[in-house]
């Protein structure tokens, strides 16, 4: 699916896998003594990765795979679903005891799987781990995969939230993307979305090739008339490694993106969507919890191919990465699914809390700091004195959140907790 909801941003293990790392699985080794002293275990969410698509969007840089198979056979569904239940029971010591806050289904395209297998897929899930009572269950569908009474079908099976990747109602700009789907389809999958669930969210993207200020607008109000509980808008990037990389196609001027970002904000508040997070617009009640789970440095388990997990210890905060290539991925996760482990050290710590922190509008509580990352405060404390003399973040006692000036230019922001390491954090 296009834009995730969510970019987990990660420069990548500083120490790289600790040299005396044992097997992934193996607690002993994680629960072993160390520098840090975390308090408690944040809220625990699980991000499952089903990884084909039908087709490769050219400015998409996530770990997607056009399921090309001139046989025409199907997904391999069943062997995929066995390869998770599989990951997902080597996992399980990592995790023992936790109940799980929200499970969220990222792609890829994961309508492309069949709601019968998705059905089998939550079974797995809810036989082996305990989802709390009001678990959020999110599911992406892509409108080109959109068949009448399908989403039904994935409520029937337990998704709770969809979350349909339209990126634009224009036919042109979506032949531009790259899309499978046309305008018509966009709708007619968020008219069933809005039948079938009591939440959902849609995603557009601004700044597209050829797209003009009075077209980003069209969209978003053709958006805000089918009334979703909550919209992701997003900055089209040209990111490394993609097509659009390679060959960039003819993008707005950065004034006018500017122009489109401020229309955007002023249009989803006027129908009653708040902007909680850079790129997230909700109703009161719809925020996505899964997401927000992250921005509030919680942790997550992520199984499938190239899923990435974050996950608390006593002593140690621990990233892990799965195998990429989903042939690799079916053919090993029986055995051993995960490409990388790394410890975060307490130099990243501080810039990898604000990385997601710092998204949110009302930032966070400096106890959550304390508590999600094993640091004193004056590991940070240059960095927000700095942000507030900078007129890009404010204070009081308890809290700390971005101005928006700071939400304008949040990388900035951000970049004043990145430690060189010689200081101690
Ligand atoms: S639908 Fe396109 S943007 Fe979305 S994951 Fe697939 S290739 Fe990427």
């Known amino acids: 699916m296009s834009v995730r909801e969510v970019r ?4 990548g293990p500083r120490s790289g896998p600790s040299p005396e790392a044992p097997h992934w699985s193996d607690v002993a080794h994680w629960m072993r003594p160390g520098t840090l002293q975390l308090q408690g275990l944040p809220p625990l969410s699980l991000y499952i990765h089903l990884p084909w698509c039908l087709k490769k969007c050219p400015y998409c840089d996530f770990n997607s795979h056009e399921w090309r198979d001139p046989a025409g056979t ?21 995790i023992w005891g936790r109940s799980v806050h929200s499970v969220f289904i990222g792609g890829g395209t994961p309508s492309l799987f069949s709601p019968e297998a998705i059905d089998r897929l939550l079974g797995d899930v809810r036989a082996r781990l305990r989802l709390d009572a009001d678990a959020e269950i999110t599911l992406e569908a892509n409108p080109g995969t959109f068949e009448k009474d399908r989403f039904r079908a994935f409520r029937q099976a337990g998704i709770t939230r969809l ?23 966009a709708i007619a999958a968020v008219e069933e979305a809005a039948m079938a669930f009591d939440t959902f969210n849609l995603d557009l993207m601004y700044a597209l090739p050829g ?4 077209d980003c607008e069209v969209d978003v109000r053709t958006a805000l008339a089918l009334a979703p509980p909550h919209i992701s808008i997003y900055h089209l990037t040209l990111e490394p490694n993609t097509y659009f990389a390679k060959y960039p196609p003819e993008l707005p001027p950065e004034d006018d993106a500017y122009a489109m970002l401020d229309r955007i904000t002023e249009l989803t508040g006027e129908a009653g969507l708040a902007r909680y997070e850079v790129s997230a617009y909700a109703r009161t009640g719809h925020q996505s919890r899964h997401n927000t789970n992250y921005w509030r440095f919680g942790d997550y388990l992520g199984i499938g191919a190239g899923a990435h997990s974050k996950l608390t210890f006593a002593h140690r905060v621990v ?25 975060v050290t307490r130099a990243d710590l501080p810039f990898e809390f604000m ?3 710092l998204r949110l509008l009302d930032g966070f509580p400096l106890q959550d700091f304390m508590d999600r990352t094993g640091l004193p405060l004056s590991a940070v404390q240059a960095g927000i004195e700095q942000g507030v003399a900078k007129g ?9 959140w971005p101005t928006t000036r700071g939400i304008d230019f ?3 922001l951000q970049s004043m907790f990145l430690f060189d390491g010689s200081a101690s954090a």
């Open 355 to 357: 990385l997601n922190s």
């Open 163 to 185: 979350s349909i990747g339209v990126q634009s109602f224009n036919d042109a700009h979506l032949v531009a993307l790259g899309r499978v789907h046309d305008r018509a389809q």
């Open 392 to 400: 890009l973040l404010q204070r009081d006692a308890a809290r700390v």
């Open 410 to 412: 949040l990388s900035d």
């Open 319 to 343: 990233r892990q990465v799965r195998l990429r290539d989903p042939r690799l991925y079916l053919e090993r996760a029986a055995i051993d699914p995960v490409a990388s482990v790394s410890e």
């Open 8 to 11: 987990v941003a990660w420069p």
């Open 74 to 94: 199907t997904l391999p569904e069943q062997d995929y679903l066995d390869a998770l239940r599989a990951d997902l029971e080597a996992s399980l010591p990592l």
């Open 211 to 214: 797209q003009s200020l009075a």
